[in-house]
Nanobody, 115 residues
Framework: QVQLVESGGGLVQPGGSLRLSCAAS????????MGWYRQAPGKLRELVAR???????NYVDSVKGRFTISRDNAKNTVYLQMNSLKAEDTAVYYC?????????WGQGTQVAVSS
């Protein structure tokens, strides 16, 4: 079965950096659009960044210039490099895999930005 396992979350000071990873298994990774979503307390889950099977990317406006999504098809892994982190980036971050074959989610990893 499809599994998505996120890692790399944690506590970081404002202005700091983190890199999230999402390792996928049980799927033909290269054929999926991969995305990172986040959900802060009391808020709806929102798309942060997405990368298609062809490598095209898009970002929510609030992270443009600070976050970078990338994928390594050889490792079945998608990354989210997060720089210049702000308190408002605090949320649980979820990995998503989407194609005509299905829509899958990871369990989430907590990111907390605080001094």
């Amino acid at each position: 079965q499809v599994q998505l396992v996120e890692s790399g979350g944690g506590l970081v000071q404002p202005g700091g950096s983190l890199r999230l990873s999402c390792a996928a298994s049980g799927m033909i990774f290269s054929g999926y659009t991969m995305g990172w979503y986040r959900q802060a307390p009391g808020k709806l889950r929102e798309l942060v960044a997405r990368i298609t099977s062809g490598g095209s990317t898009n970002y929510v406006d609030s992270v443009k210039g600070r976050f970078t999504i990338s994928r390594d098809n050889a490792k079945n892994t998608v990354y989210l490099q997060m720089n210049s982190l702000k308190a408002e980036d605090t949320a649980v971050y979820y990995c998503n895999a989407r194609s005509f074959q299905g829509d899958y989610w990871g369990q989430g990893t907590q990111v907390a930005v605080s001094s």
